[in-house]
């Protein structure tokens, strides 16, 4: 078992998980096996509960296990897929040793932090490297160096090393190089102190990757080591990058392979890096570009929508067009004349996943706009439900139709809660939640998207279309295309649409750079389309 541990100091949001998931890819391009899991010093339990405006978007795993955002960057950057175990929390760990303490199974023994709680930590890190075998074992600790929250996973990590022993475990420290000053000198003080305050804990830092708005002189790079004790050459600097995908280079070019090879006693093979350098160059390409328009309304933090940021990424690098977002807060939208008109001219249009009654209209406007006027269209969860709102209203003139999550008391409910979820009062991890089957039917576009009829996706919702009003929908053009082995609906179409297609699950969970997802590359390929028509009868319009 060997480990590797990224902490991070100085402040939060330096791109630990990036570095993590970098870090990891470095070593799987020399044929190390790895595996990534994730510290969360927070008291809930997973991250299902939680608000997107704190912590950004809620990632959800095969297993149905709702977990930090970082997780889909640790399986973006492999192309594996994780499980719930990959994630710990404080909560998780306390209701852990609670459980074990009610049980009886400390025998009478004070529980304590030290060791009972350090002890769950480890043993739930073993267990992760034990069932999947892995070569090793990446261990990112939220939270900063410092936290009061993050001390007793730096103590376990701290035995940990102890009781493994020479060569099996290596430290990262991330942290941040700030640029002061009228002429802009890099400042080496923050991270001094942040290393200084690993050390108290126990730990010595065998790498530091510095963040920086610019890369580091071999001068300050040398200060860090000075007083900090790592070597020069371990001190790597990660300049802010255009893509977050060019970072596992950024690490190999300055010889991180070299030095975790070293540390951790592993062959030092040279790297093949694969199809991840072609997604690189073609992400660069710049054949042209499409104007997407993202209705959601957390627009305001783009972590918020973190996965389909990066799905859309993923079709740039696979397609060579630059794919621009253009973010309308949905709850803002039905009064913003001017982002009315702005939307009316984007190339395609997502209206996102979401819960509750805020936003709503603005989504249902997105919705009617990309219907009318034949804007590519995709509904992601809640945009898929909302569509059949949408539908029901102006198309099957139901004007009160509605979801009951918004309207309990509808007269046409064309999206209702799931039999088994009307008795749930828990709202962690209750929801119908992770990877379920889904048949599609064939000749429909969305099999002929995904060139096959059976495919498994990852599912987060409560609610779902009510059967009720299905054959009336059809018959005015709006067509079931998928459902799952139960028989809930999972997506539909409007073939006489352009391209206007919902779906109940999250296919922005299983995009990845070499392997984008199906829906996301059709869509921007739609948006392609529509805009190069525009551009053909531009002009003739022009002359006329
Ligand atoms: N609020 C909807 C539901 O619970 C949609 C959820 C989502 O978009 N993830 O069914």
Not at 22 to 50: C, E, F, H, Q, W
Not at 307 to 323: D, K, P, R, T, W
Request: glycine share 10%; charged share 25%.
């Amino acid at each position: 078992m060997k480990v590797l541990v990224v902490s991070g100091g100085v402040i939060s949001g330096l791109g630990k998980g990036i570095t993590t998931a970098s870090l990891a890819r470095l070593l799987k391009a020399r044929g190390i096996s790895v595996t990534v899991l994730k510290i969360d010093p927070y008291l809930n339990v997973d991250a299902g509960t939680m608000n997107p405006y704190q912590h950004g978007e809620v990632f959800v795993l095969d297993d149905g296990t709702e977990v930090d955002l970082d997780l889909g960057n640790y399986e973006r950057f492999l192309g594996q897929s994780l499980t719930g175990s990959h994630n710990i929390t404080t909560g998780k760990v306390y209701r852990a040793v609670i459980d074990k303490e009610r049980r009886g199974d400390y025998l009478g023994t004070t529980v304590q932090i030290i060791p009972h709680i350090t002890g769950e930590i480890k043993r739930q890190i073993r267990e992760v490297a034990q069932t999947t075998g892995a070569d090793v074992v990446l261990v990112e600790v939220g939270g900063t160096v410092g936290d009061i929250e993050s001390m007793p996973f730096l103590e376990a990590l701290r035995e940990l090393s102890y009781e493994l022993g020479e060569g099996q475990m290596a430290f990262v420290h991330t942290t941040l190089v700030p640029v002061v000053g009228p002429v802009g000198e890099p400042k080496t003080k923050p991270t001094q102190h942040s290393v200084r305050e690993l050390r108290a804990i126990g730990i010595r830092p065998n790498i530091i990757v510095a963040r920086a708005p610019v890369p580091l002189t071999s001068e300050i790079k040398g200060k860090i080591s000075l007083f900090c004790d790592v070597p020069p050459e371990a001190v790597i600097s990660v300049p802010d990058q255009p893509v977050i995908y060019e970072v596992p280079l950024v690490l190999e070019a300055q010889g991180v392979g070299q030095l975790l090879s070293r540390q951790l006693k592993l062959p030092d093979r040279p790297p093949d890096y694969g199809r991840w350098k072609e997604f690189l160059s073609t992400y660069r390409e710049n054949k042209g570009s499409v104007d997407i328009a993202f209705v959601g309304k957390y627009t305001e933090l783009k972590d918020a929508y973190l996965s389909h940021i990066e799905a859309f990424h993923h079709v740039q690098g696979n397609l060579g067009y630059s794919v621009q977002l253009h973010w309308y807060d949905s709850e803002d939208l039905p009064r913003d004349s001017a982002a009315l008109a702005r939307l009316r001219r984007a190339d395609a249009i997502l209206v996102a996943p979401g819960f509750g009654a805020r936003g709503v209209d603005g989504k249902n406007r997105a919705i009617e706009t990309a219907r009318t006027l034949g804007i590519p269209f995709l509904g992601v969860c809640y945009g898929f439900q909302l569509a059949t709102v949408e539908f029901a209203r102006d198309v099957l003139g139901l004007t009160q139709a509605n979801t009951t999550e918004v309207d309990p008391h509808t007269p046409d409910p064309v999206v209702c809660l799931l039999e088994e979820q009307k008795g749930v009062a828990d709202m962690g991890g209750t929801m119908r939640l992770g990877a379920q089957r889904v048949e599609l039917v064939a000749g429909s576009r969305i099999a002929e998207i995904y060139g096959r009829t059976e495919i498994w996706e990852r599912h987060r919702h409560r609610y779902e279309i009510n059967p009720a009003y299905l054959d009336r929908m059809a018959q005015q053009g709006l067509v079931v295309t998928g459902r799952s082995v139960d028989g809930r609906v999972e997506s539909f179409e409007v073939p006489s649409h352009p391209f206007f297609l919902g779906v109940q699950y999250h296919p922005e969970l299983l995009s990845r750079p070499e392997t984008p997802h199906p829906l996301y590359m059709a869509l921007v390929r739609a948006a392609l389309a529509r805009k190069e028509v525009a551009a053909s009868v531009a002009p003739a319009a022009a002359r006329a």
